[in-house]
């Protein structure tokens, strides 16, 4: 039976220290638009899955492996009380695929991302353990942490349209499918139908799902992708191939000198990470504001301790390129804005989350959906690029507390795209204190409150 939750006051949930756990169809309602939303958005999931093949030389079969555990992986977030649509460290993936590259195919390479995905996920839980996470959250110049998200939404937008990248692949595609989506989510005449019209009103609660519907048609069409052949049954991931051949139960722990050359990309990726968490702050903020009948309680500590968690057991379960990132910005942007609308469509903001990576579990599941989604992943994954970039960007200039800070931040953000995330937040620091002298910290305004709420 669903508990009822007093106006005002956080959702429903049984008390695990600082985990928080809530159940479907007990603690939240279940959602159906996102679950819906989810079934086709596993499309993004998938789109995983080319990746490994490039890198790893894995048979898709081994690959549909890994993504389906990180899915099962996904759900802790919301179960445990992390308010959020978690997901891949999408602007770190250039970084980590470079740094892999750098070893031979095969055995060596898998080690490598082994120990890079072990070591990432043991200095998160440190720092979730200690709460010096929380404590970061605050110390982050907000200069630096403008720059930071600009920067890996422009990395984002950057890997779908530099050279040979995904535009190049489906120039007709992406730009119909993304203009419908932008229309759709953001556009200030589609916000205005939807209070006059019934059907905008339905079609806004499905979020980017009739975008992907659309795709399944436009990239056909345009002839940019072949018709998807539907095969029926249970999907059919090889766990066993899996085990043996690229985790430390077939192959054993990695070299220990694999550890040491991974440590300044692990610490460079967490950098480029520590933005996901600032976004997840800024966009739940976002809700919190136009929602004062939930008190929404996001801790980073606590997500550090899942993401962490969830990197960990990765890397020996089924190392993964994307990684295990606390945030899934444009799905999380879509999420809150059906939330903004009001109680009557989304009771709780775990609702949307949870239900929403049900959904996407439910497709991995399902060959017929995995079949049809087959042809247009590279359209799935520039789409959720390109709405990450937008959503990072208007974030980041939010941050922001003056023009001097919007300065620093896109010479943060140039940095982070050309030369990476440990340039970026040197420079950063150094232009700090150059302009803010004693006070780099706090910049032209007072630091963001890091309590929550």
């Given at each position: 039976m669903l508990k009822h939750r007093i106006p005002g006051d956080e959702a429903p949930s049984l008390a695990l220290g600082i985990f928080k756990l809530r159940l479907p169809f007990v603690h939240y309602r279940f959602e159906w638009p996102d679950y819906v939303q989810g079934l086709l958005m596993c499309a993004v999931d998938l789109a995983a899955i080319p990746l490994m093949l490039e890198l790893l030389g894995m048979p898709f079969q081994v690959a549909l492996a890994v993504v389906m555990l990180n899915g099962m992986f996904y759900l802790i977030h919301h179960?445990?009380?992390?308010?959020?649509?978690?997901?891949?460290?999408?602007?770190?993936?250039?970084?980590?695929m470079a740094y892999c590259s750098q070893y031979p195919e095969g055995e060596a390479r898998v080690f490598a991302l082994i120990a890079f995905q072990l070591m990432l996920g043991v200095l998160s839980?440190?720092?979730g353990m200690t709460g010096a996470a929380k404590r970061m959250v605050g110390l982050i110049p907000p200069a630096i942490k403008s720059g930071i998200i600009i920067g890996a939404?422009?990395?984002?937008?950057?890997?779908?349209?530099?050279?040979?990248?995904?535009?190049?692949?489906?120039?007709?595609?992406?730009?119909?499918?993304v203009g419908a989506a932008f229309y759709l989510i953001f556009s200030l005449h589609f916000q205005q139908l939807k209070t006059r019209y019934r059907w905008s009103a339905l079609v806004a609660k499905l979020g980017v799902f009739p975008v992907i519907l659309m795709a399944l048609f436009v990239g056909p069409l345009v002839g940019e992708v072949a018709w998807p052949k539907i095969e029926w049954g249970i999907s059919r991931p090889d766990f066993m191939g899996l085990w043996q051949n690229y985790t430390v139960f077939g192959l054993g722990l990695p070299?220990?000198?694999?550890?040491?050359?991974?440590?300044p990309t692990v610490l460079a990726t967490y950098i480029v990470l520590f933005g996901d968490i600032l976004q997840s702050k800024a966009i739940l903020a976002e809700g919190d504001q136009a929602r004062p009948d939930e008190?929404?309680?996001?801790n980073p500590n606590r997500s550090h301790l899942l993401f962490g968690g969830r990197n960990f057991c990765m890397s020996l379960l089924g190392p993964d390129i994307t990684m295990c990132g606390p945030l899934w910005a444009a799905m999380q942007v879509v999420v809150v804005e059906r939330y903004k609308a009001g109680r009557k469509a989304m009771d709780s903001i775990f609702?949307?989350?949870?239900?929403?990576?049900?959904?996407?579990?439910?497709?991995?599941?399902?060959?017929p959906i995995v079949s049809l989604l087959q042809p247009i992943l590279g359209i799935a994954l520039a789409l959720t690029l390109l709405i990450q970039g937008y959503v990072s960007v208007r974030i980041g200039v939010g941050e922001a507390r003056s023009q001097r800070d919007l300065g620093i931040a896109g010479i943060v953000a140039a940095m982070l795209t050309i030369k990476g995330a440990a340039w970026a937040f040197g420079v950063g620091a150094v232009m700090c204190?150059?302009?803010?002298?004693?006070?780099?910290?706090?910049?032209?305004?007072?630091?963001?409150k890091t309590e929550d709420r």
């Open positions: 179960l445990l009380g992390d308010p959020v649509v978690p997901g891949w460290i999408t602007p770190a993936i250039p970084l980590i839980i440190g720092l939404g422009i990395a984002a937008i950057t890997a779908v349209f530099k050279a040979g990248g995904r535009f190049d692949q489906y120039p007709w595609s992406i730009s119909i499918c070299p220990w000198s694999m550890f040491l050359t991974a440590l008190k929404i309680d996001y609702g949307g989350s949870g239900s929403f990576r049900w959904g996407t579990n439910t497709g991995l599941l399902l060959l204190v150059l302009i803010y002298g004693r006070q780099c910290l706090r910049g032209d305004g007072e630091p963001p």
